[in-house]
């Protein structure tokens, strides 16, 4: 399993931007697929999106949520054993704890499969 530590969550005005990381200790995060959830005060946990094993080129594919594409990109740093998660155009249904966790693969049921390893969360606020 990974260690993984998420980070950049913070306060941000509607419209506005926040890029989180996903951080593993671990050099082999780029073996994995990494998907982003977010969970809200009140409500089920839900899938944001989905980041493919570097090696799956071709194999699988990068997924959002409806509700963040066009919004939100997701992208990895191997040399930096990161996953990012640019959030652009940020609104006030944005605001919850969002969690980075590792898959072998993302698929089509990116957002209900099972995931192996999970970080501890980061706030984001989005708020006027």
């Known amino acids: 399993q990974l260690q993984l530590v998420e980070s950049g969550g913070g306060l941000v005005q509607p419209g506005g931007s926040l890029r989180l990381s996903c951080t593993a200790f671990?050099?082999?995060?780029?073996?994995?697929?990494v998907g982003w959830f977010r969970r809200a005060p009140g409500k089920e946990r839900e899938g944001v999106s989905c980041?493919?094993?570097?090696?799956?080129?071709?194999?699988?594919?990068?997924a959002y949520a409806d509700s963040v594409k066009g919004r939100f990109t997701v992208s990895r740093d191997n040399a930096l054993n990161t996953v990012y998660l640019q959030m652009n155009s940020l609104k006030p249904e944005d605001t919850g704890v969002y969690y980075c966790?590792?898959?072998?693969?993302?698929?089509?049921?990116?957002?209900?499969?099972?995931?192996?390893?999970w970080g501890q969360g980061t706030q984001v606020t989005v708020s006027s």
């Open positions: 671990e050099p082999t995060l780029r073996y994995y697929a």
């Open positions: 966790a590792s898959a072998p693969y993302c698929g089509t049921n990116w957002a209900g499969r099972l995931y192996d390893s």
């Open positions: 980041v493919r094993n570097s090696d799956a080129t071709g194999l699988d594919n990068d």
